[in-house]
């Protein structure tokens, strides 16, 4: 009987071993991005939206701290932004200036924004207010669409004196606005 108890605390005590392992190797996906060369503060982004968007062409992808489909929402914004010519699930898209003869909008993007502690107000975010990073030199995202709305996308973009590295796991609707 003794050796039956052990057995069973000894199973127990694996198993719940094992849950924490499982816990411990699989964290639920960070939304966030991380601005190297200049702050380095990590700031989070658990809202993602495809803003002027259509199935066939794609649009602009933003992520960011604050919930821009809120109507009532108005003040700082950290987030960001790129466009995507054309949607391709599971594509890793390298930058390149739109008008490069080279461009192909199936592998390429052509811009990419980041803003901190920017002023957003009329659903638009305000020219010249916080930090923003509009010069990109270089950068790849890798976006894969799940079902439904749900995207995970990485990125890591060069402006030359900063470069932003990031991810967002989460769903993206979309916002035509």
Avoid: H
Avoid at 27 to 47: A, L, M, N, R, W
Avoid at 99 to 109: G, I, L, P, R, Y
């Amino acid at each position: 009987m003794r050796n039956l108890l052990f057995s069973a605390i000894a199973a127990v005590a694996l198993l719940t071993a094992c849950d924490k392992d499982d816990n411990n190797n699989n964290p639920t996906p960070k939304s966030e991005f991380t601005i190297d060369g200049q702050d380095g503060k990590t700031t989070e982004t658990p809202f993602g939206f495809r803003v002027q968007w259509s199935v066939e062409e794609g649009g602009r992808m933003l992520v960011s701290n604050v919930n821009i489909n809120d109507p009532a929402f108005s003040g700082k914004i950290d987030g960001v932004s790129f466009a995507v010519d054309t949607f391709v699930n599971g594509q890793t898209y390298t930058f390149m200036p739109a008008d490069s003869s080279a461009f192909d909008k199936k592998v390429n993007f052509s811009a990419a924004d980041v803003v901190v502690g920017a002023n957003f107000t009329n659903n638009a975010i305000v020219p010249g207010t916080g930090k923003q990073l509009t010069d990109l030199q270089s950068g790849r995202i890798a976006i894969k669409k799940d079902p439904g709305e749900s995207y995970r996308i990485t990125y890591i973009l060069d402006y030359g004196d900063a470069k932003v590295s990031g991810e967002f796991n989460g769903l993206m609707p979309v916002v035509n606005k």
